[in-house]
C-alpha cells in the first residue's frame, strides 16, 4: 500500500512569510507524528496526534509554530513568521499503536527561509 | 529523561568489512529500541527493533542488533558491509511515551 506522504518536498520561502507542510498518513493508522531534522541536530520531535485525544505539543519550539490533523487523517503544520532558523528538513511519521510504536516515515519537505 | 547516544558522528569502513554502530540509551526500564537508516535524500526506513524477547534481533539488508540491558546499550553489526549501505544512521528509544527520541546519526561511509 501507500506510505506516508509529504509536500511539498522542497519549499524556499522569505524570512517573515507564513508556511503550511503537509503529511498524508499511512490510511488507517492512528498516530501522527512531525518531527524536525536540523543540520547538525539530528532528529527533534515536534508534535503527535492520537486519535481524537489533544495532541502532544511538547517539541514546539515556540508558538509560530502549529499544526492540525483533520478528520483524524491528514495533518497541516504551520510555521508562522518564518526565520531562519526555520530551515530544516520536517519529517512526518504515522503508526497503528497496537504495533508498538513502529513509525512509518515520509520522505520529509525541505525548507528553506531565505 | 530518556536519552540516546551515538559516540561515532561518522565511520568509514572498506566494503566487506564488518561494521558495528554503538548505540546508548538512558532509561528507567526497558524500552523499545530502533535503528533506523537514512540514505541521502530519503526519509527514515526501519532497519529492526527490540520490544522483549530475545535480545538478539534481525533487520532487514542483513542487519543485526544486541540489547544489552547491563550496557544499556543496542548496538548495530552487519558482517560484510556492501556499497549500498553507505548512509546515515539513528538509533532510537521510545519509553512510555508514545514519541521517539533519536541520537545524533553516524554517518557511514563505505570504500570500494
Known amino acids: 500500500g501507500a506510505g506516508v506522504s509529504q509536500s511539498p518536498s522542497n519549499k524556499v520561502t522569505e524570512k517573515g512569510k507564513d508556511v503550511e507542510l503537509r503529511c498524508d498518513p499511512i490510511?488507517?493508522?492512528?498516530?501522527l507524528y512531525w518531527y524536525r531534522q536540523s543540520l547538525g541536530q539530528g532528529l527533534e520531535f515536534l508534535i503527535y496526534?492520537?486519535?481524537?485525544?489533544?495532541?502532544?505539543k511538547s517539541g514546539l519550539p515556540s508558538d509560530r509554530f502549529s499544526a492540525e490533523r483533520t478528520g483524524g487523517s491528514v495533518s497541516t503544520l504551520t510555521i508562522q513568521r518564518t526565520q531562519q532558523e526555520d530551515s530544516a528538513v520536517y519529517l512526518c511519521?504515522?503508526?497503528?499503536?497496537?504495533?508498538?510504536?513502529?513509525?512509518?516515515f515520509g520522505p520529509g519537505t525541505r525548507l528553506t527561509v531565505l | 529523561a530518556q536519552s540516546v547516544t551515538q559516540p561515532d558522528i561518522h565511520i568509514t569502513v572498506s566494503e566487506g568489512a564488518s561494521l558495528e554502530l554503538r548505540c546508548n540509551y538512558s532509561y528507567g526500564a526497558t524500552p523499545y529500541l530502533f535503528w533506523y537508516v537514512q540514505s541521502p535524500g530519503q526519509g527514515l526506513q526501519l532497519l529492526l527493533k527490540y520490544f522483549s524477547g530475545d535480545t538478539l534481533v534481525q533487520g532487514i539488508k542483513g542487519f543485526e542488533a544486541e540489547f544489552k540491558r547491563s550496557q544499556s546499550s543496542f548496538n548495530l553489526r552487519k558482517p560484510s558491509v556492501h556499497w549500498s549501505d553507505a548512509a546515515e544512521y539513528f538509533c532510537a528509544v521510545e519509553g512510555g511515551t508514545d514519541k521517539l527520541i533519536f541520537g545524533t546519526g553516524t554517518r557511514l561511509q563505505v570504500f570500494p
Open positions: 511519521a504515522s503508526s497503528l499503536l497496537e504495533s508498538y510504536n513502529e513509525q512509518f
Open positions: 496526534f492520537q486519535g481524537n485525544s489533544a495532541p502532544d
Open positions: 490510511s488507517g493508522h492512528t498516530a
